[in-house]
């Protein structure tokens, strides 16, 4: 039996990260791995985006400039070096548990990676910070081929982590991707596709959620996928995993902390 400790998107809010690793018995006092995840009894997946934070509020705390101005050359370099400290932290902390430390490609990272497209939010704000052509700094080497690696699912049995959801077109952050609204729907309209797919059970973000992680159920009442986009609601999902024949969910809990 193993316990699954999966974290919703991260967009630069490192202080709440760091708090859930070690809410989740994760993180150490030197901030590496605990026993536990080095051991790999505690399985620690994080679903993608980093980087970029929500909103012009989480600008201006990372920088500490407020209002935060994503047109200011100077305040969009601030934004990229006040990540990039985090970002090596984070790092170690995976490279000292590899086999128990996943983080998966978000969209922000793969925009962050490859900026060609310039992603912003509904109310106009804009993430140019890794991105030279709007003023921001392009990724350290080191740091672009970590990030580079990240895998775009991990399957513990029948259960899958991805970033979107279990459609496979949800893996490839290209032109389609993003002018198809599926990618925020398909819980909603379609959350049969978990089933479709082959999978005891489907974890995923991308799409914030309000109040807390969601635990989508089927028509018998058991968990079928959890929603988990909810570090801003300080909440994180713990599973407990039988790596046997089996390769169940034993449980399912929505941590707050």
């Known amino acids: 039996m193993h316990k699954v400790i999966a974290i919703g998107d991260v967009h630069a809010d490192w202080d709440t990260l760091w708090q859930a690793l ?3 018995s994760c993180l150490g006092l030197d901030g590496l791995p605990t026993p536990p995840v080095r051991a790999g009894a505690y399985q620690v997946i994080l679903i993608g985006d980093l980087v970029h934070p929500k909103s012009a509020a989480g600008y201006a705390h990372l920088t ?3 209002p935060f101005d994503p047109l200011e050359p100077e305040h969009v370099r601030l934004a990229a070096r006040a990540q990039l400290g985090p970002l090596e932290q984070l790092r170690a902390y995976q490279q000292a548990a590899p086999h128990a430390v996943h983080i998966l490609l978000g969209n922000h990272d793969a925009a ?6 310039l992603l912003g939010t509904g109310g106009g704000l804009t993430h140019p910070e890794f991105d030279p052509e709007h003023g921001g ?3 350290p080497p080191h740091l672009h081929a970590w990030m580079s690696s990240f895998p775009r699912e991990v399957r513990l049995g029948g259960v899958q982590f991805a970033h979107v959801s279990p459609l496979p077109q949800h893996v490839h952050y290209d032109d389609l991707f993003y002018s198809d609204r599926s990618s925020k729907t398909w819980f909603r309209d379609t959350p049969e596709y978990v089933t479709m797919a082959g999978l005891g059970f489907g974890v995923y973000g991308h799409t914030p959620v309000e109040g807390g992680v969601r635990l989508h159920r089927d028509d018998r009442g058991r968990p079928l996928f959890a929603l988990i986009d909810a570090l801003h609601e300080r909440e994180y999902l713990e599973l407990l995993w039988d790596e046997g024949e089996s390769g ?3 449980s399912v809990t929505e941590i707050s902390f």
């Open 22 to 24: 070690r809410a989740a």
């Open 64 to 66: 500490g400039l407020d």
């Open 112 to 117: 962050a990676l490859d900026p060609r497209f």
């Open 137 to 139: 700094l392009p990724l």
């Open 248 to 250: 169940a969910v034993r």
